[in-house]
């Protein structure tokens, strides 16, 4: 697997990964019924530094955008957003484009990231970002309105990129 950043000539894998999970609406904030255009308008914002996860074969198995979680002086902090192609899933994929991208963030110097709106129901994520280095911060109670589970929390989790 090679981990690259995206090019314009990604955008129909990267929609292709996209649009199961935001119309899926159990893990991200997104609208259910998010169009094509607007999923990679969000996705591939002028601000979003987007990578992609390449398989041997050249199919997109995932991809990550990294950004500042803030502006002003919360911008030496950063965030990220991760899909994993359902195809890929199981396979390492996420947690190759979480340590690519913990290792970016140090490059372009910011000093910890932070995961705004973890959906606590999300266990395997949860697990991967705790296993990565990554704290529970906060809870926010009953904060996300999951599709099977109702009102659910979400969870902000934070990590020292010194460490």
């Known amino acids: 697997m090679q981990i690259r950043p995206a090019t314009p000539t990604d955008a129909d894998a990267i929609a292709a990964i996209l649009l199961p999970v935001f119309r899926a609406g159990d893990t991200y904030a997104i609208e259910c019924d998010i169009s094509r255009d607007a ?13 992609v996860a390449v398989g041997d074969d050249g199919e997109l198995l995932g991809t990550f955008y990294l950004r500042a979680n803030q502006r002003g002086g919360g911008a030496h902090v950063a965030n990220a957003g ?15 484009m979480c340590a690519h991208s913990l290792d970016r963030a140090r490059a372009a110097g910011f000093r910890a990231m932070q995961f705004n709106f973890v959906v606590a129901t999300n266990e395997r994520a949860v697990a991967l ?3 990565s280095g990554f704290a529970v911060v906060g809870t926010l109670p009953r904060a996300f309105d999951h599709p099977q589970h109702g009102l659910v929390d979400a969870l902000v989790m934070y990590r020292d990129l010194a460490q």
């Open 129 to 131: 970002w705790r296993g």
């Open 39 to 51: 999923a990679l308008a969000y996705w591939m914002a002028p601000a979003h530094d987007v990578s």
């Open 82 to 96: 991760y899909v994993t192609a359902a195809a890929a899933r199981g396979r390492g994929v996420a947690r190759a």
